[in-house]
């Protein structure tokens, strides 16, 4: 099925593009960023960590980021065609914030442990909208609600995280590390 009427989603070539309506979406998610960042540090020098993430400036400083990532996901999905994966969050290990394990916050319980939730996923079977990677913002968005849930269970969770192809490692929690105690 030829997708005439709609270019960026064939398999063909687009040719040139006009990238500057991209280009503005990313300058107003950039300066929204840079907001977010000068109001959290302004509220977290007046507050602590939790009344800080529960600031109305500062929830509503994300969901205004939230709207202009998904204006630039749908910028790009309609002028290129493209399931660009903007939202996921990954650490590879070599970031600045990568911290020895016996520097971990002493607010972790040390009762806590580390669950898993795994999932195999085949590809779309038709047409669709939607890549392997869109997976993610559908796990994403179910661990929300998960982690929801769990809290008002009562329990802590101290982190979370949805990882492809293994389950994610969170320092001081996993296998390697129960080796070493033995």
Known sequence: MSDSSHPPHSDRPLGPVDATALHDA???????LHEYVDT???VRSEFGA??????PRVLALEGRLGTLNAELYDRVHDTLGMHADLTTLAWDGTGAHDED??????DVPTAAEAFHLGFVVGPPTGPSDHSMDSVLDLIDSGGEELVARLVEAGFDVVEWATSRGEPADFEGFG?????EDE
């Open 26 to 32: 990313v300058d107003r998610l950039a300066a929204a």
């Open 40 to 42: 959290a540090v302004g």
């Open 50 to 55: 939790h009344e800080a993430d529960e600031d």
């Open 101 to 106: 394990p016996t520097d971990a916050d002493d």
């Open 175 to 179: 296998d390697d590390d129960e080796e």
